[in-house]
């Protein structure tokens, strides 16, 4: 049974927990491909097989065989981030994804507030009981 939590508190803490290990799956790539959507794909590389990191904007790869995985990296320096770059801080206590219309769909479904009460997600302040 579900728990009757409130809903996201938009705190931006899971958006800096997770930071260092968000992916894409290749719909969200052709997706980001269909809206012109080059400011995301940057951040997103293709690994393949052999290890080597392909650019979520370099055409043609999307559809190759061999495709281990996606991952969020710092297009400069490929380095995982702390931070999710697409979050922004709105007021002292509440944050923002820039890319909420589109996000991975790793975000759209991390809904800890509708998970059953024996997830073990802490860090998510909607995981507390109202008092
Ligand atoms: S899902 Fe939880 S941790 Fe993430 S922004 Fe919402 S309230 Fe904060
Ligand atoms: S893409 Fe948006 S929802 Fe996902 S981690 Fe970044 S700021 Fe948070």
Redesign the pocket.
């Known amino acids: 049974m579900k728990p009757d939590y409130q809903e996201?508190?938009?705190?931006?803490?899971?958006?800096r927990a997770h930071a260092g290990n968000i992916s894409a799956t290749l719909t969200d790539i052709r997706r980001w491909m269909r809206e012109g959507r080059k400011d995301i794909l940057i951040f997103f590389f293709i690994r393949k097989e052999d290890g080597s990191l392909i650019r979520g904007d370099v055409e043609g790869y999307q559809t190759m065989e061999g495709v281990t995985g996606i991952e969020m990296r710092n297009p400069v320096n490929l380095e995982r981030f702390c931070v999710c770059p697409f979050l922004r801080q709105e007021t002292e206590d509440r944050?923002a994804c820039s890319i909420h219309e589109t996000k991975p769909r790793v975000c759209f479904y991390?809904t800890?507030?509708k998970w059953a009460a024996d997830s073990e997600i802490t860090?998510?302040?909607?995981r507390e009981k109202p008092v």
């Not at 860090?123 to 909607?126: E, F, M, R, V, Y």
């Open positions: 996201c508190r938009r705190c931006g803490s899971c958006c944050s991390y800890p507030w860090s998510c302040p909607t």
